[in-house]
């Protein structure tokens, strides 16, 4: 099986970092790669097995803190899996805050968290697009974007590549409408940014996901992952609460379509008691 770390072992310069991602995807598409949050960070490898999943998605350091990774204890394991890997960003991460006590802290995390995520032969480290408070320019939000790239260029680029992942709600975030990633994009596309396309953050941030996988190849060139979740909320809340893929107000059946149409490997993030049932039923729609 193809991974991303026999494809590259380091993303030298920031534009490079497509490359392999683009690999790593002409492979996944000779067959549907199906995953999921592993909450088990201790153990994650035996949580995925158990699940039967091809691709895993993980945290290296506590979500909540700016803590830096230590080395995970299963890490040689993980690098020699046939499970692939993708590491979620800590929660508390904000590259476009106009904030300079927030934004220097998040560059850094930024930059750690993609080192150890290339400790674990990883495919990508996800980031959430970030937001502004109420009033701040939208325009230096996304010029901080740019510079989180451009500054790392200067120190060879980051460890793997950075995957943007659309947000759910608030006026000032950054990656919630596609007229606003539209705008991040024109400033960070040609740095080697990745697209993670989120369904329930997509739903509600008022974004039809009927055509949603067009219109961000549209915008963005790529979509290198997939949060495939269904919603506990209407459409447009503003509400980030994932629930599983038969349970929520999301149509299942426009949930496998958007998982087709992506053509990317995807990562299941609803709640623990169903996600078992989430993999059965998503592997057999896409059979």
């Known amino acids: 099986m193809t991974t991303i770390a026999a494809t590259a072992n380091r993303c030298l310069r920031i534009a490079e970092c497509l490359d392999p991602i683009s690999a790593y995807r002409e492979t996944s598409l000779q067959g549907m790669r199906i995953g999921a949050h592993v909450r088990n960070d201790t153990h994650?490898?035996?949580t995925a097995e158990r699940l039967g999943i091809d691709v895993m998605q993980m945290f290296?350091?506590?979500?909540?803190s700016w803590k830096k990774p230590?080395?995970?204890p299963q890490q040689g394991a993980i690098r020699e899996s046939p499970i692939d890997v993708v590491v979620h960003s800590a929660y508390v991460i904000n590259v476009a805050s106009l904030n300079n006590r927030l934004r220097m802290p998040s560059r850094k995390a930024v930059e750690q968290q993609a080192a150890a995520a290339a400790d674990l032969g990883a495919f990508g480290l996800v980031v959430h697009g970030g937001h502004l408070r109420a009033g701040e320019d939208l325009a230096a939000g996304i010029d901080?974007?740019?510079k989180l790239f451009t500054r790392q260029e200067d120190k060879g680029g980051f460890a793997v590549p950075i995957l943007i992942e659309n947000t759910a709600g608030g006026e000032g975030a950054i990656a919630r409408q596609l007229e606003t990633i539209a705008r991040l994009w024109d400033?960070?596309?040609d740095q080697g940014?990745?697209?993670?396309?989120?369904?329930?953050?997509a739903w509600a941030g008022g974004e039809d996901l009927m055509g949603i996988v067009e219109r961000v190849l549209a915008i963005t060139g790529r979509i290198d992952l997939v949060h495939l979740n269904n919603s506990r909320d209407e459409f447009d809340s503003a509400r980030d609460r994932h629930a599983n893929l038969e349970d929520g107000t999301i149509d299942p059946d426009l949930l496998v379509d958007v998982a087709q149409a992506a053509g990317a490997p995807i990562i299941l993030e609803t709640?623990?008691?169903?996600?078992?049932?989430?993999?059965?039923?998503?592997?057999?729609?896409?059979?």
Do not use: I, K, M
């Not at 709640?271 to 059979?287: K, N, R, T, W």
């Open 60 to 64: 290296v350091s506590d979500p909540q």
């Open 187 to 189: 400033a960070v596309g």
């Open 70 to 72: 230590d080395p995970h």
């Open 144 to 146: 901080n974007w740019r």
């Open 44 to 46: 994650p490898l035996e």
């Open 193 to 201: 940014a990745g697209f993670c396309l989120d369904t329930c953050h």
């Open 271 to 287: 709640p623990a008691e169903g996600l078992a049932s989430d993999v059965a039923y998503l592997a057999d729609a896409l059979a």
